[in-house]
Antibody, heavy 118, light 111 residues
Framework: EVQLVQSGAEVKKPGESLRISCEGS????????INWVRQMPGRGLEWMGR????????NYNPSFQGHVTMSVDKSISTAYLQWNSLKASDSGMYYC???????????WGQGTLVTVSS | EIVMTQSPLSLPVSPGEPASISCRSS???????????LNWYLQKPGQSPQLLIS???NRASGVPDRFSGSGSGTDFTLKISRVEAEDVGTYYC????????FGQGTKLEIK
């Protein structure tokens, strides 16, 4: 069974750093890109970018470029989304989802809720 | 950036009645290889989005046949032939031709 399991909810202060994770199982982890999608409270879905588990190559939505870093540790089938300095506007639900050519976002993680508040 | 526009944004439907959601893109989503790079997702309350339809009209595994997708180029439609209570949630279209962008979402509720 394909699963993407994300790390738990986080509460942070502005300026703090954070790394959340997404562990894949039930499929060949290096075959599919891992994408990150943000959903702000009561809002729609925004694609943030993606990382290739084979070589850690990443592509970012220009709206998120420079503010987040996507990485992967293929030895443990886990992808990461990292912030070095959080802002209150980073509060939201973050989902990982896998993709490959012609197969986009067929499986999603359960989401990680990030709350940034002073 | 390709902009996706859905309508309506709110859709109250009685059980057993049909429902239809429109999705329009600012550029054609027809790939040079002949398929449309357009997916539909349903996000049920409190859950992650789930894939319903890929490549414009291909139902994902396990999706009931009351769901169907149609359209090509810039105009797409998701239809539910007979709405059931479990279909409640927000429906999103997403283009996958140039990176990924989502529509605003259509919230379906039962009357």
């Amino acid at each position: 069974e394909v699963q993407l399991v994300q790390s738990g909810a986080e509460v942070k202060k502005p300026g703090e750093s954070l790394r959340i994770s997404c562990e894949g199982s039930g499929y060949s982890f290096t075959t599919y890109w891992i994408n990150w999608v943000r959903q702000m409270p009561g809002r729609g879905l925004e694609w943030m970018g993606r990382v290739d588990p084979r070589d850690s190559n990443s592509n970012y939505n220009p709206s998120f470029q420079g503010h987040v870093t996507m990485s992967v540790d293929k030895s443990i089938s886990t992808a990461y989304l990292q912030w070095n300095s959080l802002k209150a506007s980073d509060s939201g639900m973050y989902y990982c989802a896998r993709s490959i050519s012609l197969v986009d976002f067929d499986f999603w993680g359960q989401g990680t809720l990030v709350t940034v508040s002073s | 950036e390709i902009v996706m526009t859905q309508s309506p944004l709110s859709l109250p439907v009685s059980p057993g009645e049909p429902a239809s959601i429109s999705c329009r893109s600012s550029q054609s989503l027809l790939h040079s290889h002949g398929y449309n790079c357009l997916n539909w997702y349903l996000q049920k309350p409190g859950q992650s989005p789930q894939l319903l339809i890929s490549l414009g009209s291909n139902r994902a595994s396990g999706v009931p046949d009351r769901f169907s997708g149609s359209g090509s180029g810039t105009d797409f439609t998701l239809k539910i032939s007979r709405v059931e209570a479990e279909d409640v949630g927000t429906y999103y279209c997403m283009q996958a031709l140039q990176s990924y962008t989502f529509g605003q979402g259509t919230k379906l509720e039962i009357k």
